[in-house]
């Protein structure tokens, strides 16, 4: 079949392809694609036999191109969309609008698409360019599961003033019976059905699932109407750390910690309501809260492993109390004493020839003061004044972390983490393989089976450490970069600021944001 004749060229389709028939040479390439254009079934495959084919007379035909259907249906690789495509020129669409219609039933039909059919007016569509055709629905996935926890107070001082005193106040212990709510989870729900343009149906994807992050020790799980309740095992203090909810025991004393009750060593919170007498410690997994107004003065020892440490009035450390907390350190003003918090130390009014140590030192923005002493953060240090008009010599310093360091602990401890944890799921299968026949071991195997038990239990405890550990170190490595030592209203000469290796000595009253700029500090 001829497409096109001159007096330069035929062009010639032949069972479904374009051949050019040259007579003539000199025929325009740009002149050429004028007739392309007037003809959209043709689809040119070979520009470089075109361009010398139009130069060269030769008695045979040259292949150039495509001969394109008048219209065809193409379907996505998913089955959910068709799109139309018709090869003819925007008159002929227009002239023989109810042909192309039933040709596109005709279509619709050869390809079995039943579902999603949209309707389509051709004149809408433009020569060789996508039409949407038929449109399948996709399923849609269902409800993620939705965690509730119980709403703790926040741990945050609220420093007041009545015109006699202030006070330093928190909600910090918060406790509990056994089988208390602790929070619950919403089931992940089904997703909602789709089709495709076959009117096949497609599978919705359930919502994600969710797990309950809780200690397995003070904790448990129980299904009641159709959720997953999370009630405490034991009655106690409800704790959070790092996302994970706790239950500690909790040891109450009504008076003071002294000789009456000795030091205290204790697997859990304790609260205090008096204080702790010089010279005695108090020593606790848990939290740890000293309510006495006038705080505590010549205690030896106060320190909790993995939790917080709030005492309501001061700490008068005569040179002699250490306090130290895994988490936080909440104290209304520090008298020559020596505090360290793995995470933030507030101080609600000064510090005064003491040694802090943390990862953030907060003090009162408003009117706290650091006076003597040495304050060392990895993070930040806010104070409102430093060192005093006597130019007393007071030490503000961040030690940045160094980042490539840190990655290298973390690898370090979380492939220990991870050889841990296969030697627990080992020990584990073990127990349970042991459980069914346990009535008839010796007492030799018993005792084996105790030392089993034994280690199982240390793994799993040196597992939490490093699990903890791991944690605190992203949590510091997400600090680099943001070093700064804010002082809001006076710090005086003899203030000594040192960020890194960065450092300097005041020596006039100034303020402000201090921290690196440009490799240099910023005083």
């Known amino acids: 079949m001829v497409i096109h004749e001159n007096n330069f060229f035929k062009i010639i389709n032949n069972e479904g ?40 007379v030769k008695d045979t035909p040259v292949e150039i191109g495509i001969w394109l259907p008048s219209m065809v249906i193409e379907i996505s690789k998913d089955k959910m969309s068709a799109s139309l495509f018709v090869y003819e020129t925007a008159e002929h669409i227009k002239e023989n609008v109810q042909s192309i219609q039933k040709k596109v039933q005709q279509l619709l039909a050869e390809e079995n698409i039943t579902y999603g059919i949209l309707n389509v007016n051709p004149e809408s569509v433009v020569t060789a360019k996508a039409t949407l055709i038929a449109q399948g629905t996709p399923p849609v996935q269902g409800k993620d599961a939705q965690l509730t926890y119980l709403e703790l107070p926040e741990r945050k001082p609220v420093i007041r003033e009545d015109g006699k005193a202030d006070y330093y106040d928190m909600n910090f212990i918060y406790e509990i019976e056994e089988g208390a709510w602790l929070g619950e989870k919403i089931h992940a729900q089904p997703g909602i059905p789709g089709m495709n343009i076959y009117g096949e149906p497609i599978p919705a994807p359930w919502g994600k699932d969710l797990q309950l992050k809780y200690d397995r020790k003070s904790a448990f799980e129980v299904e009641e109407e159709g959720k997953t309740v999370l009630r405490s095992k034991i009655s106690g203090v409800v704790e959070e750390h790092e996302g994970t909810v706790f239950v500690n025991h909790h040891l109450p004393i009504v008076g003071d910690v002294g000789v009456e009750t000795g030091n205290i060593e204790f697997n859990g919170s304790v609260s205090i309501k008096g204080t702790v007498q010089p010279g005695f410690t108090v020593v606790a997994n848990g939290d740890i809260s000293i309510e006495h107004p006038e705080g505590v003065s010549g205690a030896k020892l106060i320190k909790s ?57 907060l003090v009162d923005e408003r009117k706290g003061k650091i006076i003597g002493g040495t304050a060392i953060a990895k993070s930040i240090i806010v104070t409102a004044c ?101 002082v809001t209203k006076e710090a005086y000469p003899g203030t000594y600021i040192q960020i890194g290796k960065k450092s300097t000595v005041l020596t006039s009253i100034t303020n402000g944001r201090f921290l690196i700029e440009n490799g240099e500090l910023n005083v």
């Open 17 to 56: 392809k374009v051949y050019l028939l040259t007579r003539k040479p000199g025929f325009m390439l740009k002149d050429f694609e004028t007739i392309v254009r007037q003809n959209p079934r043709i689809k040119l495959t070979n520009f470089a036999l075109l361009k010398k084919g139009l130069n060269e």
């Open 305 to 361: 492993l993995y939790g917080d440490i709030f005492i309501r009035g001061g700490i008068f450390g005569l040179g002699e109390t250490l306090v130290e907390a895994a988490g936080d350190i909440f104290v209304k003003h520090v008298n020559d004493a020596r505090l360290i918090a793995g995470k933030n130390l507030n101080i609600g009014f000064y510090s005064l020839g003491s040694k802090l140590s943390a990862r953030s030192i």
């Open 386 to 486: 430093t060192g005093n008009r006597l130019e007393r010599p007071t030490e503000l310093i961040i030690n940045s972390i160094n980042k490539a360091q840190s990655l290298e602990v973390i690898q370090y401890k979380a492939s220990l983490l991870k050889s841990m944890q296969e030697d627990i799921i080992q020990l584990e299968t073990h127990l349970e393989r042991i459980a069914p026949v346990i009535h008839t071991l010796t007492q030799r195997q018993l005792a084996t089976l105790e030392l089993t038990e034994q280690k199982l239990a240390s793994n799993k405890e040196t597992a939490l450490n490093l699990d903890r550990e791991i944690k605190q170190l992203m949590s510091d490595l997400r600090e680099v970069g943001k070093a700064e030592i804010h």
